[in-house]
């Protein structure tokens, strides 16, 4: 079946850095969606991206649809210590007319003041 | 504009309980899904609720089970409790159709079952 594969798993690093994530699968998407989730909260969608190719920002992040539409990226810029949490990348799994989503592991993102 | 909201916030019950939990949609959507989520570990989808019926349903037990209602909130039912179900519980909302891939997901109950 379908799986999304994230990498890293996790990540510490100084607040200022960039960081950057990504997330594979063996089967094509249509739509790439990034969440982040916060400890005991539910996730929060960050970006979607519905186009090969396409790269979208919002503030800092910017989230990339590859071109192979078997792949994505989601960059932060000049991390800040409330950009700890876990980031998952999401893809809609067409079993019916509407598509539920297939969710990845996660990266754990941990920042240094 | 009020997002999707879950009750309860928490939840403990003993093996062989039965569970309803609750979900009203973000104001506009009609599509409602549920997530299991174990810790450590990416939601995985339940099943999906839309015109008050079961649309899709993920690899989950006939234990499993939800209604949706004409104001399109939603419960989650599970019977006969095990262990293994100890977890966060997702409810997610969206729009179908049109950008119905995108999915606002509320805050979760979080079971535990001793």
């Known amino acids: 079946g379908q799986q999304l594969n994230q990498s890293p798993q996790s990540m510490f690093i100084q607040e200022g850095e960039d960081v950057s994530m990504n997330c594979t699968s063996s089967?094509?998407?249509?739509?790439w969606l990034w969440y982040k989730q916060d400890p005991g909260e539910g996730p929060v969608l960050l970006i979607a991206?519905?186009?090969?190719?396409e790269l979208t920002s919002n503030g800092r992040l910017t989230a990339q649809f590859g071109i192979t539409r078997k792949d994505s990226f989601l960059n932060i810029s000049a991390s800040i210590p409330s950009d700890v949490g876990i980031y998952f990348c999401?893809?809609?799994?067409?079993?019916?007319?509407?598509?539920?989503?297939?969710f990845g592991k996660g990266t754990k993102l941990s920042v240094k003041p | 504009d009020a997002g999707v909201t879950q009750s309860p916030t928490h939840l403990i019950k003993t093996r062989g309980q039965q569970v309803t939990l609750r979900c009203s949609p973000k104001?506009?959507?009609?599509?409602v899904s549920w997530y299991q989520q174990a810790l450590g570990q990416g939601p995985q989808f339940i099943f999906q609720?839309?015109?008050?019926?079961?649309?899709q349903r993920g690899n989950f037990p006939d234990r499993f089970s939800g209604h949706q209602f004409p104001n399109y909130s939603s419960e989650l039912n599970v019977n006969a409790l095990l262990l293994g179900d100890s977890a966060l519980y997702l409810c997610?909302?969206?729009?179908?159709?049109?950008?119905?891939?995108?999915?606002?997901f509320g805050p979760g109950t979080r079971l535990t079952v001793l």
């Open positions: 991206l519905y186009k090969a190719g």
């Open positions: 104001s506009g959507h009609d599509t």
């Open positions: 999401a893809g809609p799994f067409y079993g019916g007319s509407q598509g539920n989503l297939i």
């Open positions: 997610a909302s969206s729009f179908s159709p049109g950008q119905g891939d995108e999915q606002f």
């Open positions: 609720y839309y015109e008050e019926e079961e649309r």
């Open positions: 089967s094509i998407f249509n739509t």
